[in-house]
């Protein structure tokens, strides 16, 4: 089932099933709501539920939102092949995980905010594995029984700060660590459709795609501009493989949020660079969920 996350009167997210594309039956819940009652791991039984609900409103009339706040969001480095070797990176032996926070995450349509001090944003599509119950210790045979489902999201990446020398100026160096780099506010755009386990299968290669859409006054104003084009059958560590090595000293949560890497075709590997900039637009879409969409302001303009 696809559920579709908006902003309701009161401004709080709620979540509705996706009819078609246009039509949404509302449900009046939040998805954590769904999460906590275990709907979500019963699909039969949400399904049930939805056939209930008579009431059917516009898709466009509303106002999207994230689907989740997560608790945890734990992110995945260097987990394309393809995009560790336009890096000049080697294939890791085993995950290499960093984080985000809560801070980070806005909706489609919500603005990018630059900070202050960068000048390097970039984008990574990334395929979001949403926890839907509590997993400890557990082996990759039983691994994917925890997920709740799947969302798309877009990892934005201060590259200076972060530390890559395509983005340096003369003079410069990076943090260090990424915390800036990754964790800054607005750094983590998440689509507002949430699409069941049952519904998708990333073993099988689900195709991510990003553009950029540069701003006035910018190359190619006003032309989508293509970027990353995968699946995620280039990953070198599955969905289960993730869960089970994070899960062995990290408790995962419902609710918390798996950033499971992303494909080639990042602009900071471009000749020359490409970096998003203020009047530009960032889209990341995945098949069989949808897309998230965001402009880019500068911090001053916020």
């Known amino acids: 089932m696809r559920l579709y996350a908006f902003l309701d009167p009161d401004d709080q997210a709620v979540v509705g099933a996706l009819e078609d594309e ?3 039956k509302p449900l009046g819940v939040g998805l954590r ?3 906590e009652d275990g709907s979500l791991l019963d699909p039969g039984r949400l399904a049930a539920e939805v056939a209930t609900i008579e009431e059917r409103q516009d898709r466009s009339t509303l106002r999207p939102a994230a689907p989740i706040r997560p608790g945890k969001i734990i992110c995945v480095g260097l987990n394309y092949r393809a995009h560790a070797a336009e ?5 890791p032996d085993r995950p290499l995980l960093f984080a985000k926070f809560s801070n980070t995450v806005i909706g489609d349509g919500a603005a990018v905010v630059r900070p202050e001090g960068t000048h390097a944003l970039d984008l990574e599509v990334e395929l979001g594995v949403v926890i839907g119950r509590t997993a400890h210790r557990v082996p990759v045979e039983g691994a994917m029984a925890h997920v709740a489902g799947y969302v798309v999201a877009n990892d934005i990446s201060a590259r200076d700060w972060q530390g890559n020398l395509q983005a340096l100026r003369e003079g410069e160096k990076g943090d260090g660590q990424w915390l800036r780099a990754k964790g800054s506010d607005t750094f983590l755009p998440m689509g507002p459709v949430f699409v069941t386990a049952d519904e998708l299968d990333p073993v099988a290669g689900v195709r991510l ?6 701003g006035p006054g910018r190359p190619g104003e006003g032309t989508s501009m293509p970027m990353q084009d995968s699946t ?9 493989e993730l869960i089970a090595h994070i899960s062995k000293v990290i408790t995962l949560e419902p609710g ?3 950033l ?10 471009r000749d020359p660079p490409i970096f998003l900039e203020p009047g530009d637009r960032v889209r990341c879409e995945i098949e069989g ?3 998230v969409e965001n402009p880019i302001v500068d911090w001053s303009d916020a």
């Open 22 to 24: 246009d039509t949404v």
């Open 33 to 35: 709501d769904l999460l």
């Open 87 to 91: 890096g000049g990176r080697g294939v």
């Open 209 to 214: 795609q990003s553009s950029h859409l540069p």
């Open 232 to 240: 995620t059958a280039d990953m070198i560590f599955g969905v289960a």
């Open 256 to 258: 918390d949020v798996i």
């Open 260 to 269: 499971t890497g992303t494909p080639s075709g990042v602009g900071v590997f």
């Open 289 to 291: 969920i949808g897309s």
